[in-house]
């Protein structure tokens, strides 16, 4: 039983030396945000951002900014301004594309590897609860190769062990699951894919900007994630890619569009793979929406991810805590790891009319969201989370179960 208060709550904000970073979004009065696992918060700085790419970039300069202003150069720039955050190294990221388009292009690279070193293997291992479009694009390109590639689903990260067996192509794993927030042991489960001869691509939508990763310590293979997410970088911003140095000269994929040349401006008639990281990319890219990407990392770059995982950790026991001591008696079920090295940096819980309690919630201006079955599901980013709004959060959560404040008859939106 806790015995927080509301007084402690905003003591621990005075205290809290992240409290600063909140003033580099725009947040709306009235609202607790903790929807920044799905879409990020505005920076202050992107309506700038954006109205010096569209007027002075875009309108006075004209196609001459793709030298000028660096647009050409923009997915390797920002890539390494994102790297430090994910354990890469300079020259091994790229911002582009979406996240379904990079995890096909090093998945195809993964299996073209492993295809010349060990034709039998045909399995790719993932989990069925992993977010359907991994699933959807790795059962996509295992039908159209159409050379007995199959998905083995397991149902539970206890089974991977006995899954990733001597047919294992590669297993491909999200690192923090959306739904739950269970995070994956990285390392182990890499280290344990390469004692059975098996690639590891990680999806790391859930963890860029949320949780400490180091994918060189893990040495992991592949690896891809969002920017519209915990990194603020705007609606459908473009997504990363990441290719060790280890693999670039092997990295291969079918999507060779142009912009992945060795000289795009050689207009030759025949594709010859360029050097390097470039190679992930594949043909021109939204410029508007990937400069603003930088305005996200830039804030980043004021702090460490070790302060914002503390701070994370501290404001998930938080929330944790306050809602089982002042919910108790609600059918609320906690689903995200109470073990603070399995947990993301976001909470779910179910309960039998999740949709509804979530629109109340909504309503009432604390914006989470609702995945199925049953999950509400609350993100929780340190850059702009306070303790207080955890506290207000349970508070009208609170209110909204002891009066049964929602409508089970709602209809749904097309987003949910
Ligand atoms: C959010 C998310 C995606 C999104 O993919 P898009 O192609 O950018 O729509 C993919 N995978 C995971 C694990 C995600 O959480």
């Excluded at 295809?115 to 609860?129: C, F, H, L, Y």
């Excluded at 990680?202 to 900007?209: C, F, T, V």
């Excluded at 994370?312 to 906690?334: K, M, Q």
Aim: net charge negative; with cysteine; charged share 20%.
């Amino acid at each position: 039983m806790t015995t927080t208060t509301r007084e402690d709550c905003l003591a621990r904000d005075r205290a809290d030396p992240l409290a600063p970073l909140r003033d580099a979004f725009d947040l709306p009065e009235g609202v607790i945000y903790l929807d920044g696992n799905s879409l990020g918060a505005r920076p202050r700085a992107a309506l700038e951002r954006a109205a010096a790419v569209v007027a002075r970039e875009w309108g006075q300069d004209l196609i001459r900014s793709w030298n000028t202003a660096g647009w050409f150069e923009m997915p390797a720039r920002l890539g390494d301004r994102l790297a430090p955050l994910v354990g890469a190294r300079q020259g091994e990221v790229v911002v582009t594309d979406t996240t379904s388009l990079n995890l096909f292009k090093v998945l195809a690279s993964a299996l073209a590897m492993q295809e010349r070193a060990d034709p039998q293997r045909r399995v790719i291992v993932t989990e069925r609860s992993n977010f359907p479009t991994d699933i959807y694009m790795a059962e996509g390109l295992a039908a159209w190769l159409d050379r007995g590639y199959r998905l083995l689903l397991v149902d539970s990260p206890d089974e991977l062990p006995a899954a990733i067996g001597a047919d294992c192509a590669v297993l491909m794993l999200t690192h923090v699951n959306y739904r739950t927030g269970y995070q994956h042991d990285m390392a182990a489960l890499t280290r344990l894919a390469h004692e059975r001869g098996t690639l590891a691509v990680w999806d790391l939508a859930h963890s860029a900007g949320a949780v400490p990763v180091d994918l060189h310590a893990a040495n992991a293979d592949f690896a891809v994630g969002c920017t519209y997410k915990y990194l603020n970088g705007g609606p459908g911003a473009p997504a990363f890619a990441w290719v060790p140095q280890r693999h670039q000269a092997a990295f291969s994929h079918p999507l060779s569009g142009w912009w992945s040349h060795a000289s795009p401006f050689a207009m030759a008639p025949s594709f010859a793979p360029g050097q390097g990281i470039r190679r992930a990319l594949c043909g021109t890219q939204p410029v508007v929406s990937l400069a603003l990407v930088e305005c996200g990392l830039e804030i980043f770059e004021r702090t460490s991810m070790e302060a914002l995982r503390a701070k994370s950790l501290a404001l998930t026991d938080l929330f944790i805590d306050l809602v089982e001591a002042r919910c108790a008696g609600h059918p609320l079920e906690l689903v995200t790891p109470r073990a603070h090295d399995r947990r993301g940096s976001q909470v779910s819980f179910t309960h039998p009319h999740g949709y509804a309690v979530m629109q109340s919630l909504i309503a009432r201006g604390v914006i989470g969201d609702y995945r199925e079955p049953r999950i509400m599901r609350f993100g929780f980013t340190p850059l702009y989370t306070r303790f207080a709004d955890v506290w207000d959060a349970v508070a009208i959560l609170k209110d909204i179960l002891d009066r049964e404040d929602y409508d089970i008859t709602a209809a749904r939106g097309a987003v949910t």
